[in-house]
């Protein structure tokens, strides 16, 4: 009887584990601290708890029992099963993969953006001044998001806390502001037609982070384009440099008789009269000084910028480009040439073999100039496809072998110049005379000897619009602030290196409005504007993602023949051959 009781005792005892346990529990869930005596409750209990458990089964023989040992497996399974899936669950929260199956990749980040997030010298934050919560919103803030860890968004209801709205001056449901230490800056306005852009969303973070301000200059007063809104103006354009925090001006060399010290990039956009020399001389003067300058010079134009083009070897071929290729494309006519072959460089690099095209462009030829290095960056199709006309006047375009030029053409070059400042202070003329720079742009090996200097970096094959005779003018071609070939040896502090950058486009009209924001005729002007302003850290461009039309156009005919034979000759068809079996086994 007393080993009995005592069984019964201790089988009595052990129940006070889960009353211990339960005892933890409420105390911690009813003070919401988990301090030291709800956890020394709940050890005590958990570990009563198991060893009445395994007192119990070493009594009963419990762990010998078949169905103990199947439930354990079970168990046992069951336990595993949950590790694993918690694992993934796990790793996928911490290590984020996603596959954009779409073509034009919607639901991924630009280059440029994913670039610019995830070198962020201080946290960002988006606030979002709205009660919906659109997914497609949420889905492209979470891209960001998912970029750094020091981009934040947040949704805030403006009536539930006014204060916030009053602090960034909220005065609609819908705007979108972006934060970064004490700046603040407008997004834009978010509603049921217009959702978060990620153009916009990148434009003003790049504005935000980046304390710099390029000054862009546009000469006027030669019949360039006007820079407010009209028929062919590139207002659009303005705007897109604004978005990219560049500051724009117009210019008239007219009136100043230099280029201004601030400005980063000078833009002549299709004059159509001629400079005068004077405004030439302070253009190529702004160039010697390190200066950055965009040329869009349209056919049947003579700007009189041949001096200025001599010196960095370019000249304006006076044909019409024409492609054939493209008219049933882009529905302009075979004077609009299509280009998707672009060259390597850091204006086109990102590409690929995207469309952008150029109503009424003229090509380029590009020469050997000593010290200067060129960059093809649009060229055509080859001919038969597209050709160099001389006719402008036939309304039948056709090639003529004595006067027209065959395709590829080169309608677009970026040029590099790399020239040593004048000394500050007066050195000692050095016994040995220190050599200009070798050219860096050969394509084409020269016969002429005063070329044979080469450089082992390999450079892109020009344009075949490009003549490979060297003028006898070539091997001294005027630099005026350039220092002659026997230069003298001053110290390293004494002297200092800049670089000119220009890009060259035979047309205007592709930056126009209406144009501009037509594939990627808009990356092709920004791009070059900010690979001249010498940003290169800055991101270029983003072109907006469009989903592709695929759904399918049908005449009327073919619509009543998809009607009649899905109606009518498909259930004949399949009637006959139910005919025929029946028949067969007949």
């Excluded at 590409?351 to 960059?375: C, D, H, K, W």
Aim: aromatic share 8%; net charge positive; hydrophobic share 35%.
């Amino acid at each position: 009887m007393k080993i009995v009781a005592k069984k019964k005792l201790w089988k009595y005892l052990f129940w006070l584990g889960p009353f211990l346990i339960t005892v933890g529990l409420t105390v911690g869930l009813v003070s919401e601290q988990w301090g030291l005596i709800p956890l020394v409750f709940l050890i005590t209990g958990i570990v009563i708890s198991g060893l009445g458990i395994i007192w119990q089964s070493y009594q009963s023989n419990w762990w010998n029992r078949r169905s103990t040992q199947a439930g354990t497996n079970a168990l046992v399974a069951t336990l595993a099963v949950l590790a694993i899936l918690g694992l993934i669950n796990f790793l996928g929260t911490r290590y984020h993969l996603r596959v954009d199956l779409t073509e034009a990749q919607l639901f991924t980040l630009a280059p440029q953006s994913r670039e610019l997030v995830r070198v962020l010298p201080q946290p960002v934050k988006v606030w979002v001044f709205d009660i919906n919560q659109n997914p497609q919103d949420r889905e492209l803030l979470e891209n960001y998001q998912r970029q750094s860890s020091k981009f934040k968004y947040e949704y805030i209801d403006p009536q539930a806390r006014p204060g916030l709205a009053e602090k960034f001056g909220v005065k609609d449901y819908g705007e979108v502001y972006l934060e970064s230490g004490d700046k603040r800056q407008l997004v834009q306005t978010i509603n049921e037609n217009e959702r978060l852009s990620e153009i916009r969303l990148t434009g003003r973070l790049q504005q935000l982070t980046n304390s710099t301000t390029a000054k862009v200059y546009l000469l006027q007063g030669h019949g360039e384009r006007q820079l407010s809104p009209g028929k062919d103006a590139i207002s659009q354009a303005v705007q897109g440099l604004g978005n990219k925090n560049f500051t724009t001006s117009p210019l008239n060399l007219g009136e100043t008789s230099k280029v201004p010290q601030d400005a980063a990039v000078v833009i002549v956009a299709g004059p159509k009269r001629g400079l005068f020399e004077g405004e030439v001389k302070a253009l190529q003067e702004y160039l010697n000084r390190g200066g950055n300058l965009l040329l869009m010079i349209d056919p049947n134009t003579d700007p009189k910028l041949n001096s200025l083009l001599q010196e960095w070897g370019v000249r304006l071929d006076n044909r019409l480009a024409v492609d054939v290729s493209g008219e049933s494309v882009v529905g302009l006519g075979p004077a609009a040439p299509l280009v998707t072959e672009y060259g390597q460089h850091p204006i086109t690099k990102d590409f690929g073999n995207g469309n952008s095209f150029y109503p009424i462009a003229r090509p380029l030829e590009i020469t050997s100039v000593p010290g200067v290095q060129a960059t093809p960056l649009l060229r055509t199709k080859p001919y038969p496809s597209s050709w160099a006309e001389s006719d402008l006047q036939s309304e039948k375009l056709e090639f003529n072998a004595d006067k027209d030029l065959k395709g590829p053409l080169t309608l677009g070059v970026a040029l590099t110049r790399k020239q040593a400042a004048k000394p500050v202070s007066t050195p000692q003329a050095s016994p040995t005379p220190s050599p200009l720079p070798s050219p860096t742009t050969q394509s084409k090996t020269s016969p002429t000897p005063s070329l044979s200097t080469k450089t082992p970096q390999a450079l892109p094959s020009p344009s075949p619009t490009t003549q490979s005779k060297t003028s006898p003018t070539s091997p001294t071609s005027p630099t005026p602030p350039a220092s002659p070939a026997p230069a003298p040896s001053p110290t390293p502090s004494s002297q200092t290196a800049s670089e000119s950058r220009l890009v060259v486009l035979g047309n205007s009209d592709f930056a126009t409005d209406g144009l501009f924001q037509q594939q990627l005729n808009g990356d092709v002007f920004l791009n070059s504007v900010t690979w001249l302003s010498q940003q290169d850290q800055q991101p270029l461009s983003i072109r907006p993602k469009e989903p592709k039309n695929r759904r399918i156009t049908l005449t009327n005919t073919q619509a009543n023949l998809l009607i009649l034979s899905s109606l009518l000759l498909l259930p004949l068809i399949g009637f006959a051959i139910a005919v025929i079996i029946w028949w067969k086994r007949r």
